[in-house]
């Protein structure tokens, strides 16, 4: 047992180190996403929370070295299984993409070709990428769709991606994503078009595929109750960084960041029903004009003077535990409360 | 409270939509919102939490006059808006307002925040003296939040948070007595929507408004709400104070949108990783062809014969609050459930 932990944690399923992107704007580079780490191992997820503009489904597409046009990898590395994929080109990206890693969308329409059955687009991935025939490949294809959970799959091979309801469509993505037995699924907001009956659905589904399966997963949320579900571990991003990283019941008992403490208590808390929400005042920043020092100053009810000069690299407090806060301990302190 | 006559009452409310032909689709008519009574009383919150299809939004749209009603009334301080003479009807109009969702889509993007507030005092004259316009605008958008040199802005100049502030402003410009928020904070981030809902509750202990809060995010009703309406398919199911609602649902689909809603708690699942939710099976019918008897108990764990054949009315039953169910009850507590705790637990 022992052995097996240490050869697991050897080589992790995905490595992110210093990840940088930029974007070319008409008044020079942007940075969307600067000194970003982390790490995800077999039956692990990682959820990276944010809100818009944070840079979460920025990193996630660098991932899938689907970086946005205007944009590119200005620095740092990402390893897949170990292997460097900075800098692949589009042919062996393609023989990764859907093989190695994978993705799931908030919008599986946009994903779907809505003029193709549902059972062709999933018999085309082994048909394409394992030479299936197409008996076999509609055979595999009905499969796949019952165990994502899709009732009367053998009848729906033949429905066109309008016919199915926004949670079939999203158990269509699943079932596609992982057609090819990937290591590692990334879910950017899979869940956030969804009703809430519809939404635990699918966060069971995934969870019952994780397992199977011993797939690695990020999941990028807004949602701090979907995260709180569905993680391991937990990154808070602002303003293109990660302020603060740890297993979920870390950091929603102890935020060591004072914007992940607000996020808590700008939320209404279960255990203490309509207390005032505590607002963090303001709202995130342009990219565009970064505050100087710590991005989160302006807002923050913690600030002192080295948060205005001195932008705080993430401090390890702990294994797989970090903040990039000048004054975590205090934060972690004045708890939830 | 209950006992003063309400401000809005809604009474077996019937709105339909004529569905013309379609590819793959039947023509037909949908009831999306099939029989409903509620009421708000003055100074009150009322939640309306449903998932999308239930038909919370038509109500509001019928509440403000965008839709007419097929059946049922819509009555305001104990009038008929469907009665009503016409310059009335206008009066009356002034003291429901409506904001949606997406502010960007509802602002008129060539207008600054100045015209489109003063917009409404062209609309219902009268009510400010055009000489205290400017004043106004800016008393307005202090009110809100913003700075008065916001006036001359355009709506694209702003942030989501502080559009939503704006369309809030050009409700109360003129001095409504109700707010229909349809889904008034879902667009905003978490950090943006504290400060709206703060705002929302703020306004109404210094002006005494009504709000009727259309959501499906059970926390923030939960948060801002006194009583609440549970929606399915376009039928009341379960209604209640807060408190009954969310400690003692006692219809099967609230005690599963309860369950499914994730909370900051929920990290604390059991050894198996679950968290011991209601998982519901299959999606919400189509409206157009709604189940006969129950409408849930297509999904529905306790259903039996009986739902098929007769539908339940929204009365009391053993609950202490209306519920329209023929077997309503309390779940067993978390502890206890297993499978065999009558908790669907397979998909």
């Keep these: 047992m022992p052995d097996e932990r240490a050869n697991e944690s050897a080589t992790p399923l995905l490595e992110v180190e210093d990840l940088a992107v930029e974007f070319d704007t008409p008044a020079g580079p942007l940075r969307a996403v600067r000194g970003v780490s982390f790490e995800v191992g077999e039956c692990e997820t990682l959820a990276i929370v944010g809100e818009s503009g944070s840079g979460k489904s920025v990193t996630a597409q660098t991932l899938m070295g689907l970086v946005?046009?205007?944009?590119?990898?200005?620095?740092?590395?990402?390893?897949?299984?170990?292997?460097?994929?900075?800098?692949?080109?589009?042919?062996?990206?393609q023989a990764l993409r859907g093989e190695r890693i994978s993705m799931i969308f908030q919008d599986p329409l946009s994903a779907l070709n809505p003029s193709l059955t549902v059972g062709y687009q999933i018999a085309e991935m082994f048909r394409r990428h394992r030479g299936a025939g197409r008996a076999e490949a509609r055979r595999r294809a009905a499969e796949l769709m019952a165990q994502v959970g899709i009732p009367d799959a053998e009848r729906r091979l033949d429905d066109h991606p309008h016919r199915f309801s926004g949670g079939m469509r999203q158990r269509v993505m699943i079932a596609m994503a992982l057609a090819l037995d990937p290591r590692l699924l990334i879910a950017d907001e899979p869940t956030t078009a969804l009703d809430v009956t519809v939404q635990a659905q699918i966060l069971r589904l995934l969870r019952q595929r994780q397992r199977a399966e011993r797939l690695g997963m990020i999941l990028i949320s807004h949602d701090l109750g979907v995260v709180a579900r569905a993680a391991d571990r937990?990154?808070?991003?602002?303003?293109?960084?990660?302020?603060?990283?740890?297993?979920?019941?870390?950091?929603?008992?102890?935020?060591?960041?004072?914007?992940?403490?607000?996020?808590?208590?700008?939320v209404p808390d279960p255990r203490d029903i309509g207390a005032p929400l505590e607002a963090i005042e303001g709202r995130?920043?342009?990219?565009a004009a970064r505050p100087a020092g710590c991005a989160f100053h302006p807002r923050c009810p913690f600030a002192r003077d080295v948060c205005r000069t001195d932008d705080p690299a993430p401090r390890e407090l702990g294994l797989r535990r970090a903040s990039a806060c000048h004054f975590a301990e205090e934060v972690i302190a004045h708890g939830r409360g | 409270m209950a006992e003063a006559e309400p401000l809005l009452e809604l009474s077996d409310l019937v709105t339909s939509y004529r569905l013309r032909p379609g590819i793959g689709r039947p023509g037909g008519?949908?009831?999306?919102?099939?029989?409903v009574s509620l009421t708000v009383h003055a100074g009150e919150t009322v939640g309306l939490v449903g998932e999308s299809g239930c038909g919370k939004s038509t109500i509001a749209r019928t509440i403000v006059g965008l839709v007419r009603p097929s059946g049922g009334k819509v009555l305001f301080d104990g009038r008929d808006l469907g009665t009503l003479p016409a310059k009335e009807l206008r009066r009356l109009r002034r003291d429901i307002q409506l904001v949606f969702q997406d502010p960007y889509a509802s602002l008129n993007p060539r207008m600054t925040v100045a015209a489109l507030i003063k917009e409404a005092w062209r609309i219902h004259p009268g009510l400010v003296p055009r000489?205290?316009?400017?004043?106004?605008?800016?008393?307005l958008l202090e009110r809100v939040g913003l700075r008065a040199e916001h006036a001359g802005r355009y709506p694209h100049q702003f942030s989501g948070g502080q559009r939503q502030r704006i369309s809030i402003a050009r409700a109360l410009a003129v001095r409504p007595r109700l707010i229909v928020c349809d889904e008034a904070v879902s667009a905003l981030d978490v950090s943006v929507r504290a400060q709206i809902l703060n705002l929302l509750q703020e306004l109404q202990r210094d002006l005494g408004v009504s709000y009727l809060f259309i959501s499906h995010d059970l926390g923030v009703v939960r948060h801002l709400c006194d009583r609440v309406a549970v929606m399915y398919l376009g039928k009341i199911v379960e209604t209640g104070s807060k408190e009954d609602i969310y400690r003692s649902p006692a219809h099967p689909y609230t005690q599963a949108l309860l369950s499914a809603a994730p909370s900051l708690d929920d990290w604390r699942a059991d050894e198996d990783g679950e968290h011991g939710e209601i998982v519901l099976t299959g999606d919400v019918p189509s409206p157009l062809r709604p189940p006969t008897g129950c409408r849930f108990r297509t999904r529905c764990w306790r259903a039996q014969d009986r739902c098929r054949d007769e539908e339940p009315a929204l009365v009391e039953r053993d609950t202490g609050h209306p519920v329209a169910c023929h077997f309503p009850g309390a779940l067993p507590p978390p502890a206890t459930t297993a499978p065999e705790g009558g908790r669907p637990m397979k998909e």
Excluded: Q
């Design chain 1, 68 to 93: 946005p046009l205007s944009a590119r990898i200005a620095g740092g590395r990402v390893a897949i299984e170990g292997r460097d994929v900075v800098g692949l080109s589009d042919r062996e990206w």
């Design chain 1, 284 to 287: 995130p920043p342009d990219l």
């Design chain 1, 234 to 266: 937990v990154a808070v991003m602002y303003a293109g960084r990660i302020v603060e990283t740890g297993t979920v019941a870390e950091v929603y008992e102890r935020p060591a960041h004072p914007y992940t403490l607000g996020l808590m208590r700008a």
């Design chain 2, 131 to 139: 000489e205290r316009w400017d004043d106004e605008v800016r008393a």
């Design chain 2, 29 to 35: 008519e949908v009831r999306a919102v099939a029989g």
